[in-house]
């Protein structure tokens, strides 16, 4: 199991990630050269380099079906398929019991949640920014399907969804996938939003979120919308052509998605990924949804295209410098998405 | 002037830094290719590349002397020397009135401060995992002349001092330099290290960093020490081979230093960042000085390794995962920096 830190002083997590421990000469090998996998883990017919399925999606006529990988066998006719990680930095409670570390104050509990990774498609290369809207439909409902398991444990406080797009966005696979982490504390971002979120909502009976949104939306950070979503440029975007997509009704999670919705979040995705990668030579990023199941809060997606380095001046300050004012992000990025769309039709 | 902005619910802040304003286009051909620059600005005879020195060390006869470039010429003798940035992310206020920005209830100001770079030899390769300690020494007294100078502007609170070596952490020259960020409020880090440490210091009469410092010391986590300093890898390091360095007195900012410790600082960075490039062939790293002048505080440096991608999860969260537990760290860096220290003498 491993083990979770909180700092001396800040409100700041760490997981110490001793199952996937590293000594310094692989730090060394590493940056001598990329790590070349001849075999890809998640491509058809490779399912047994991957743990058993904990969800599959699969045909059978013209019905979809789920199911999972049962007695250690592996299905190969899935249309998309979620594995535990074989690296996990959360791990399910195991039988034994773990004492505590204990000594000078510093506060410690077990990695307890899970990790887990959504193959996005058979397809090794596609990627939302490239995907078809109906494969994009499957990923969500499955994204969905884990969410709402995952929640229901009891000791999981928190289901972060992210991808990460390209080796410079710390991507250490190429295949199409999103990573799935269920936490034992909302962590630190969380945290302060749903904060801020409530005390907006205990004093204005409203949802600051929908507020920003309908503010956002007449701004020249506005980018583009569809019937459900919206996507703009946030008013301090940390990097540079940073976009976030909101629901136009307030919910709190993908849960609350009705079917028209998942499919113009489908939409949504294809666009604005398809417009990032027209407008920026497929730029590495990445992508984090915010989803917090209580009344006050709205949840959304923050794409965060790496094309700067956060280095000594923002580590140790916390503080950011962007240099593409989000207005002249919008733009652009309207520009490209609008393009993408027609692409589609 | 660049523009400082708050998020709308996090306390976060970005500066969003038109005058370094960049267009689509030029993220695509810097991951083309890297710029390679000819002609350094930082070495000697290149004065003429940057604005004029803010600050000189240079020897008359067997003493030192202080001063700046005046009346436009450059003086060439320096040993250490001080440039404005050519490209400031703060700048001090000019004698025009700007508008602030107004709507939707998004918070600005004027990202009022000063942006310096220390250029720490004339020679380019003495970084200080290689300089003579008496190169250091100049170095750290550089650092605390224009520390105490920034500090005493009416609209600076706070001045951050940090190193990014490496293109991998940020550094766009290889020339051995330091930068200076003086800002017009404390940011989110340092308000949450402030505030904590001054709770402690009201509750309990004492440093809370002296009690860690006298913790870890006695802990596997610790690495070396001199009279005055001690190296150790943080209960919660969010970076792989992460080490902070302390004064062992306390002392709110390296002001306070006597000359017998600044010697010893020196020595402390000399062997530290020499026993990180012989642990782990000169990786990239950020480092950053955390000071505020206030009784309850203890200044220090952190050093964070840049062998890791702050990714998607890392990003949309504020939580971290380490895949190098801090004692083996410690460990590492143990060995490494007597070994670095042995060499020395």
Redesign the interface.
């Known amino acids: 199991m491993n083990e979770l830190?909180?700092?001396?002083?800040?409100?700041?997590?760490?997981?110490?990630?001793?199952h996937?421990?590293?000594?310094?000469t692989d730090?060394?090998e590493s940056?001598r050269e990329e790590k070349k996998t001849a075999t890809c883990p998640f491509c058809p017919g490779n399912e047994h380099l991957t743990p058993p399925a904990s969800l599959i999606y699969f045909m059978e006529g013209d019905e979809l079906r789920r199911d999972c990988d049962k007695n250690g066998e592996r299905r190969k006719d899935w249309i998309v398929r979620c594995v535990p990680n074989l690296y996990p930095?959360f791990s399910p409670p195991s039988s034994k019991i773990n004492s505590k570390r204990s000594?000078?104050?510093?506060i410690s509990m077990e990695a307890l949640g899970h990790h887990e990774v959504l193959i996005e498609s058979p397809n090794h290369d596609e990627h939302p920014s490239v995907a078809r809207v109906t494969q994009l439909v499957y990923v969500i409902n499955a994204l969905r399907d884990r969410f709402s398991f995952l929640m229901t444990k009891e000791y999981v406080r928190?289901v972060?969804i992210?991808?990460?797009h390209g080796a410079?966005?710390?991507?250490s696979l190429s295949h199409a996938h999103t990573?799935i982490?269920a936490?034992p504390i909302i962590?630190?971002?969380?945290r302060?939003?749903r904060d801020?979120?409530k005390e907006f909502y205990l004093e204005n009976k409203d949802c600051?979120f929908c507020r920003?949104v309908d503010?956002?939306i007449k701004?020249e950070r506005f980018i583009w919308s569809n019937e459900s979503f919206v996507a703009f440029a946030?008013?301090?975007?940390?990097n540079?052509?940073e976009f976030w997509i909101f629901p136009k009704r307030h919910q709190s999670s993908i849960v609350d998605l009705i079917d028209s919705e998942i499919k113009e979040l489908a939409e949504a995705l294809r666009v604005s990924l398809g417009g990032l990668r027209r407008?920026?030579?497929d730029?590495p990023y990445?992508?984090?949804?915010?989803m917090i199941p209580e009344e006050h809060y709205h949840w959304h997606i923050?794409v965060?295209p790496n094309?700067a380095?956060?280095?000594?001046?923002e580590?140790?300050?916390?503080?950011?410098?962007?240099?593409?004012?989000?207005e002249?992000a919008a733009a652009?990025l309207s520009e490209a998405f609008e393009s993408e769309e027609e692409s589609l039709t």
């Not at 830190?5 to 001793?18: E, G, N, P, Q, T």
């Not at 000594?103 to 510093?106: F, I």
């Not at 962590?187 to 969380?190: C, W």
């Open positions: 830190r909180k700092d001396y002083l800040l409100d700041r997590w760490v997981v110490i990630a001793s996937r421990r590293r000594r310094p730090f060394i940056r930095a000594g000078c104050g510093c928190y972060s992210f991808r990460n410079g966005a710390g991507a990573q982490i936490t962590p630190k971002i969380l302060e939003e801020a979120s600051i920003i503010s956002e701004s946030p008013w301090a975007s940390i540079p052509f407008l920026l030579n730029p990445n992508l984090g949804f915010h923050e965060y094309l380095i956060w280095a000594g001046f580590k140790s300050t916390g503080m950011f410098i962007n240099t593409v004012p989000p002249e652009s």
